[in-house]
Each structure stands twice: as structure tokens, then as C-alpha cells.
């Protein structure tokens, strides 16, 4: 517009503290220049760092996030799916545990990325994930290799999630090619049951030499109760997490965990959406390396 029309609409908005309407704005651009993120835990912080790191990524591009945290519940899932579209968010990242939202992802309107699982349709636009079997065999052949240890327990986690039944698979291979006795113990993603499973573990398998947790807070847990049961890591058993979450290098000694690549998981997530790169509903599938 002309200067002098310019310099009276800033003048109009100075006086009267305007603030544009996003609503309406959205409606009008058909975008609500937001990004919609699903995930089953706000508590774990693998979760945590994954949303922090699509905000960051959604506010240099002058979107904003509509975090919804779900647990595993299947019904929550679908309304926060609801929810955004009817909010007409740009897109939807999601981390499910649930199979069954399959059917909700495939006839949604919006694309969307699912991160963290694979599920058996091609109907979404990405995933993105890890390779965690190979994590899981990588654990297993640090522990027998090259820490020598011959009564490898594995933490596993709940066999209905994708990720924990992949890196269970890695782990049980792996001791079948070697001839390893296969040694599990099964516990959620959680720090509490970590401890319970751990003190069941060392009253299961008292022999145990090294131990293959399900993600990085299940593996602190484990160090707690062996240090207060004065179980030395690594000289009496050896300790190896999943995932590389912050808090793993917090502990002393430094934790041994497979690391995932979280942040440039959430940032392609993001920046695929947000780039408009979200290939059609093909089920186009980014798998991350993993390191140990």
C-alpha cells in the first residue's frame, strides 16, 4: 500500500492494541500455520526431547506446536486426531502404540508422519524410525563380544509396541546364532516398573552378567537397584540402554546405550511437513542408522 496509508493503519493499530484474528487468518489462507504432534508420553523423555526439537523447528518457521499427549490410549488418540482437523493444523506427526489407529491415519485429511512405529498400511504419508533391530543384535554383540558376558538378561518391553518387539528380535537372534541362552524379563517404558522388574530379574536369573534394557530410563532403574544392592557395573554386570536420551550421561559412570538420532528424527519429521516434501500417501518409509 502507499506510505501515508501505511503509516495510518500502524498508527490505527499503536492506538488500539490490534491483535490479528490467527482464526480467522487460517480460514482465509486455508492454513493454520500449526503443526499437530501425538505422542503417547510427555513423562518419557525420548518424547520430550522429540517435541522440543519440532517446536524449535516450528517456530523458525513461524508455525506454532499442538502437542497432544495421548498415554496409550486408543480413544485419545482418535480425538486428538479430531481435534486437528478440525483445528486444520498443517499436518500431523504422530508416535503411536496402537495399531488399531491405522484405520483413523488412512482416512485422515491432513498428511501425516508417523514416527517411532511401523504399521501394516501405506496410507500415511511417511515413517520415519530406527532401525531397532539392528540395536537390539548391536546391544547383545557388545555384551557377548566385547564385554565377554555369557548370562545376558533382556529387559524387554511391551511386546505389542513395534519398537520394543524389534529390538526383543535383535536380542534373540543374535543369542540363537551365538548359542546364548535366550534370558527375558518383561516391563513397560516406565521407571518404577524398571526398579520392580529389576529386583524380580536379580532373584530370577542371580547369575546374570550383563543386562540389555528396553529404552534408557528402564537401564537407570536397573543401575539403582544393583547399586543399592551393592552390585558393582560394570566390574559384576554390565549395563547396556536404549535411545541416548540427555539423562543417560548423567549418571556415573556414563551410561552404554544405543543411540538414536532423535533430533534429526524430529526435525525431518517436521521440516517435511513444513516444506511441503511430505510425499503423497504412499507410506514412504526414512529409516535412521543406530550406533551404540
Known amino acids: 500500500v502507499a506510505p501515508e496509508k501505511r503509516e495510518r493503519v500502524l ?7 490490534f491483535v490479528p484474528n490467527e482464526l480467522a487468518r487460517s480460514l482465509y489462507k486455508k492454513s493454520s500455520k500449526t503443526i499437530g504432534l501425538i505422542i503417547p508420553s510427555i513423562r518419557n523423555p525420548f518424547f520430550t526431547q522429540f517435541a522440543s526439537v519440532v517446536d524449535d523447528v ?7 506446536l499442538f502437542l497432544c499427549n495421548v498415554g496409550d490410549n486408543l480413544e485419545e488418540e482418535r480425538a486428538a486426531l479430531q481435534k486437528m ?19 483413523d491415519l488412512e482416512s485422515c ?4 508422519i508417523v514416527v517411532d512405529s511401523v504399521f501394516d498400511t501405506k496410507k500415511v504419508n511417511a515413517y520415519i524410525y530406527c532401525d531397532y533391530y539392528e540395536g537390539g543384535r ?21 511386546q505389542h509396541i513395534y519398537t ?36 524380580e530379574l536379580l532373584e530370577t536369573y542371580p547369575d546374570v552378567d550383563g543386562i540389555l534394557a528396553c529404552d534408557d530410563i528402564v537401564a537407570i532403574s536397573t ?11 560394570p566390574e559384576q554386570v554390565q549395563l547396556v540402554g536404549f535411545d541416548d536420551i540427555a539423562m543417560s550421561t548423567l549418571i556415573t559412570p556414563e551410561m552404554t546405550t544405543i543411540q538414536q538420532p532423535i533430533e534429526a528424527m524430529a526435525r525431518a519429521a517436521a521440516e517435511y511437513l513444513l516444506e511441503r516434501k511430505v510425499p503423497e500417501k504412499e507410506g514412504k ?8
Open 11 to 17: 498508527k490505527a493499530i499503536a492506538q488500539t492494541s
Open 58 to 64: 516450528a517456530k523458525e518457521n513461524g508455525y506454532r
Open 85 to 103: 482437523v478440525a483445528s486444520s493444523v498443517d499436518g500431523v506427526i504422530i508416535a503411536s502404540t496402537n495399531a488399531e489407529i491405522q484405520t
Open 109 to 112: 485429511s491432513l498428511p501425516v
Open 138 to 158: 548391536l546391544a547383545t554383540k557388545h555384551l557377548f563380544e566385547d564385554c565377554g558376558c555369557r548370562n545376558i538378561v533382556c529387559i524387554r518391553g511391551p
Open 164 to 199: 520394543a518387539k524389534a529390538r526383543y528380535e535383535g536380542y534373540r537372534d543374535y543369542c540363537l546364532e551365538h548359542g546364548i541362552c535366550e534370558q527375558t524379563v518383561d516391563c513397560d517404558y516406565d521407571f518404577i516398573r524398571g526398579l520392580e522388574m529389576t529386583r
Open 223 to 233: 543401575y539403582k537397584v544393583l547399586y543399592k544392592k551393592q552390585i558393582q557395573v
Open 285 to 292: 518409509q526414512f529409516v535412521f542408522p543406530i550406533s551404540l
